[in-house]
Nanobody, 125 residues
């Protein structure tokens, strides 16, 4: 099993910055793609940014130029630096990763898409 735990959310004013972190732990053999998604009240969960194991990044149009995703493979951690925050960025932010986990009962490994529980980001005008 593997777990993802997000941190760094909070309440900020428009124009300010926040940095989110997401650390993976557990029986991890390898991590492939990692990403951040968000879900605002009454809306569907949407992609914010992704990063491959080699560092290739992809961003939603709404955050390009304002958000930066990065990862530290040695720490099994992905980050999301958010600047020039807008009230429209208010949402619960979820971390996602494709993790190769060890299955103790079968002594094998499986790729599993894993989600964190989310961290709230609230931006006031």
């Amino acid at each position: 099993q593997a777990q993802l735990v997000e941190s760094g959310g909070g309440l900020v004013q428009a124009g300010e910055s926040l940095k989110l972190s997401c650390a993976a732990s557990g029986s991890i053999r390898s991590i492939d793609g990692m990403g951040w998604y968000r879900q605002a009240p009454g809306k569907l969960r949407e992609l914010v940014a992704t990063i491959t194991s080699s560092g290739h990044t992809n961003y939603a149009d709404s955050v390009k130029g304002r958000f930066t995703i990065s990862r530290d493979n040695a720490k099994n951690t992905v980050y999301l630096e958010m600047s020039s925050l807008e009230p429209e960025d208010t949402a619960v932010y979820y971390c996602n990763a494709d993790i190769l986990v060890g299955i103790t009962t079968t002594q094998t490994f499986e790729w599993r898409a894993t989600w964190g529980r989310g961290t709230q980001v609230t931006v006031t005008s």
